[in-house]
Nanobody, 125 residues
Framework: VQLQACGGGLVQPGESLRLSCAAS????????IGWFRQAPGKEREGVSL???????WYADSAKGRFVIARDNAKNTVYLQMYRLKPEDTAVYYCATDKGAHTSDFEWLGRHFGSWGQGTQVTVSS
C-alpha cells in the first residue's frame, strides 16, 4: 500500500490549488480515502473524505471551498481547494482505511492506517 500526495505550493489568499493522492498496490475506489492537514503546533485534523460508496464529507472549515473527487481510471483522489485562506496553511496528507487498526488515527468513525508523505500548502500574501 503506497500513497503519494502532491500539488501543494505557495499561493496568495483567494487563490486555488488542487492536491492529488495517487495510489499504488491497491484500488482507491475500494476504500475510504481522507485528506488531513497539520499546521505547525496544531494537531492533525480531518479535512475531507470520500468513501468507497462515493459519499463525501467535509470539515466545517472546508465546506463550500473544497471539493474531493476520485478518478478511478487514474487511481487518484483529488482535493480541489478554492478561496484559500492563510489558516489553510498546513502539511496536507492523504490516507486510507485499508489495513487500519483501531489504534490508528480516527476520523468520522473510521481509522486511517496508511498515509502518504504529505505536501505543503502555504497561503500567504
Amino acid at each position: 500500500v503506497q500513497l503519494q500526495a502532491c500539488g501543494g505550493g505557495l499561493v496568495q489568499p483567494g487563490e486555488s490549488l488542487r492536491l492529488s493522492c495517487a495510489a499504488s498496490g491497491f484500488s482507491l475506489r475500494d476504500y475510504d480515502i481522507g485528506w488531513f492537514r497539520q499546521a505547525p503546533g496544531k494537531e492533525r485534523e480531518g479535512v475531507s473524505l470520500i468513501s468507497s460508496s462515493d459519499g463525501t464529507w467535509y470539515a466545517d472549515s472546508a465546506k463550500g471551498r473544497f471539493v474531493i473527487a476520485r478518478d478511478n481510471a487514474k487511481n487518484t483522489v483529488y482535493l480541489q481547494m478554492y478561496r484559500l485562506k492563510p489558516e489553510d496553511t498546513a502539511v496536507y496528507y492523504c490516507a486510507t482505511d485499508k489495513g487500519a487498526h483501531t489504534s490508528d488515527f480516527e476520523w468520522l468513525g473510521r481509522h486511517f492506517g496508511s498515509w502518504g508523505q504529505g505536501t505543503q500548502v502555504t497561503v500567504s500574501s
